[in-house]
C-alpha cells in the first residue's frame, strides 16, 4: 500500500493499516533508538510510545504526510522526552538526597511534604473503619501483624488482606501525584 493511502485508512482508524506500518517500520525505529540508548528495553520502549502515539493522534494526520519522516521525527522527540525526564529525576533525586542530609528543608520542599502528609492523612480516613484500623496498628503503633490479629481477635490473614488493599490504595492515589508521591509513598508508608 502506498504511504499516502496508509494515512488516509489509518486516519479512518484501520487498525489492519497500522499492523503493516509497525511491520514495515518498528524494526528501524528500534535501531534509531538503541543507537542513542544503548539499551534495549528502552528502545522496545520508544517503539511502543511512537506506535501508541501514532495511533492516538491517527485523526489529526494530513494526508501528505510522509510515514518514514514523521516516525523517525516521532522517536527521536520520545528518546530526548526520555533524556530529559532522567536528567530531570536524577537531579531532583540528588537535589533530594542533599536535602536529606543537610536536613535543611525550604519553603517549598516543606510545602511539597506538608501536602503529601495532609493526603495521607486524608487517605487513612477514607479507608474502610477495619481497614483503617488495621493499617493504624500496623503502620503508626508499629504493631506486628500478629499483634494486631490478637488484638482484634481475627486471623493474620485477615491482617496481611487488610494491609494489602489498604497499601494498593494508596499507592494508587500516591502514584497520581507524580514523582513526589511515589517517593514519599515508599519512603514513608510502605
Do not use: C
Not at 31 to 53: H, M, P, R, T
Amino acid at each position: 500500500m502506498q504511504e499516502e493511502k496508509l494515512f488516509t485508512e489509518l486516519s479512518k482508524g484501520n487498525k489492519r493499516v497500522l499492523d503493516e506500518i509497525y511491520n514495515r517500520y518498528h524494526q528501524k525505529i528500534f535501531g534509531f533508538a538503541l543507537s542513542y540508548l544503548k539499551n534495549e528495553d528502552d528502545a522496545y520502549d520508544i517503539v511502543q510510545e511512537v506506535f501508541i502515539n501514532l495511533w492516538n493522534s491517527r485523526s489529526s494526520l494530513k494526508k501528505d504526510t510522509r510515514i518514514e519522516p514523521f516516525i523517525f521525527t516521532a522517536t527521536k522527540n520520545a528518546v530526548i522526552s526520555l533524556f530529559r525526564k532522567r536528567a530531570t529525576e536524577q537531579k531532583y533525586l540528588e537535589y533530594l538526597g542533599n536535602t536529606v542530609i543537610s536536613n535543611n528543608m525550604g519553603t517549598n520542599e516543606q510545602i511539597d511534604y506538608n501536602f503529601l502528609e495532609e493526603l495521607y492523612e486524608s487517605l487513612i480516613s477514607q479507608l474502610p473503619e477495619k481497614r483503617r484500623e488495621i493499617f493504624i496498628l500496623s503502620r503508626k503503633k508499629g504493631l506486628t501483624n500478629k499483634d494486631i490479629a490478637a488484638n482484634l481477635k481475627i486471623s493474620e490473614k485477615t491482617v496481611e488482606n487488610q494491609l494489602t488493599r489498604a497499601l494498593a490504595f494508596l499507592k494508587e492515589h500516591f502514584s497520581a501525584a507524580g514523582f513526589l508521591g511515589l517517593l514519599f509513598f515508599h519512603l514513608f508508608i510502605l
